[in-house]
């Protein structure tokens, strides 16, 4: 084990949840992945959504938009369920829009929360975030729901009108644009979508910038994500370097934004050092 991985480890072990330590055991040192699905359905509800803060930043346990997001992460690292999509989608069918989910629902007020998962009205509007980032996940796996038809459809509106969008919103349209089966459509929304995301203020180049900002490699996790052909050797090699420095003291990477509680803080720690483990191994960098 590099020592890398092994400083994260002990980092996820004396910090992280039950559901990463089962994660990181799994993707890293052929760990049972059954202890990762046991551990990621004690998140679901009644009816098979998740909630109870599978995203840690809200601390609800009614079911939201991006738990669902969550979830279909989790399963993208350990091996698609047909079945959790399914009623995944089936509940997204409850809260649906003209298309697409919202952002958040108002059932978040009923817990501690971070600023941004607010919602300042009962009737929240669908949202390209998490629609897109749900949409992707589904559609790489050729997963068929009433629901994905719908979202996809909105997706594309959205899309394809140019909208003004946040760094958020910009990695769920092109983790749909990487997924989507319509090759030609996407790739045409990819070649104007890079051009203003490149000059833009979405990408922060310096390795060194600190506060919530995005990065190459938040962009192209891998060297087969969609955005891998906008940058460089040397520009890859750059940020490779600087977020194995960004490793901490105890072996975990920091978050960039103000947690709820430091409990929150810990449990998005061993999320986002999974993730960062994750983009070094992809690169071939723990080699």
């Keep these: 084990m590099t020592p890398i991985l092994e400083s994260a480890q002990t980092f996820i072990l004396n910090n992280a949840r039950l559901l990463e330590r089962h994660l990181f055991a799994y993707l890293f040192q052929g760990g049972d992945r059954q202890k990762v699905l046991t551990a990621l359905l004690a998140y679901q509800n009644e009816g098979g959504s998740f909630g109870n803060a599978l995203e840690p930043d809200k601390r609800t346990s009614t079911s939201q938009p991006i738990d669902q997001e969550f979830a279909l992460r989790i399963l993208d690292d350990i091996g698609f369920e047909p079945s959790i999509a399914l009623r995944i989608c089936d509940f997204l069918e409850t809260i649906t829009r003209d298309g697409g989910v919202p952002f958040v629902l108002p059932t978040v007020r009923d817990a501690p929360r971070a600023d941004w998962w607010n919602t300042e009205t009962d009737n929240p509007p669908p949202s390209i975030n998490p629609t897109a980032s749900i949409a992707a996940l589904l559609h790489k796996y050729n997963f068929r729901h009433s629901w994905l038809d719908r979202a996809t459809e909105f997706c594309w509106e959205q899309i394809e009108s140019a909208p003004n969008v946040s760094g958020n919103d910009l990695l769920c349209v092109l983790l749909f644009l990487e997924h989507i089966p319509d090759r030609v459509r996407a790739e045409r929304a990819f070649d104007q979508i890079s051009g203003q995301l490149l000059a833009g203020e979405y990408i922060t180049y310096d ?20 955005c891998r052909r906008l940058f460089d050797e040397a520009t890859i090699r750059t940020h490779l370097d600087a977020l194995a420095r960004r490793q901490q003291v105890d072996g975990g990477w920091p978050i960039s934004w103000t947690a709820v509680s430091p409990a929150c803080e810990l449990e998005y720690r061993g999320i986002v050092t999974i993730r960062a483990v994750q983009t070094l191994k992809a690169y071939d960098y723990l080699e």
């Design 207 to 226: 390795p060194q910038a600190s506060g919530y900002v995005f990065m190459p490699l938040d962009f192209a996790p891998s060297p087969h994500s969609l």
